[in-house]
């Protein structure tokens, strides 16, 4: 198994940014597993389905954004550091809830995944709160 740590999750003012860190381990796990993995990070309301927020391929090289996050988020990897990250700016109140790290598999070495179904692992989530 691999498991998935998040942080960086706070309190911003509506315009403010953050960065959020999930971070993968297991045993032996190393560089070269976390480039078996593709990544993704989600957010979820109470009360309200899972939403994909971005992807990031194998390869770093592919990056897919929801529509509401265009422009604004970043999703980024370091495989050496078996983190990866998302630069929040620009944040508004509806980006307040809890936000999910995810990992799937083996999947496309440049592919992205934006259903939870495609993902097999997931973090416990940080919190992100913006004031108005």
């Known amino acids: 198994q691999v498991q998935l740590v998040e942080s960086g999750g706070g309190l911003v003012q509506a315009g403010g940014s953050l960065r959020l860190s999930c971070v993968a381990s297991?045993?032996?796990?190393?560089?070269?597993?976390?480039?078996?993995?593709?990544m993704g990070w989600f957010r979820q309301a109470p009360g309200k389905e899972r939403e994909f927020v971005a992807g990031?391929?194998?390869?770093?090289?592919?990056?897919t954004y929801a529509d509401s996050v265009k422009g604004r988020f970043t999703i980024s990897r370091d495989n050496a550091k078996n983190t990866v990250y998302l630069q929040m700016n620009t944040l508004s109140p509806e980006d307040m809830t809890i936000y999910y790290c995810?990992?799937?598999?083996?999947?496309?070495?440049?592919?992205?995944?934006?259903?939870?179904?495609?993902?097999?692992?997931w973090g416990q989530g940080t919190q992100v709160t913006v004031s108005s």
């Open positions: 990031i391929s194998r390869s770093g090289g592919v990056t």
């Open positions: 995810a990992a799937k598999y083996n999947g496309r070495w440049d592919s992205t995944y934006d259903a939870p179904s495609d993902y097999n692992y």
């Open positions: 297991g045993r032996a796990f190393d560089e070269y597993l976390m480039r078996r993995y593709n």
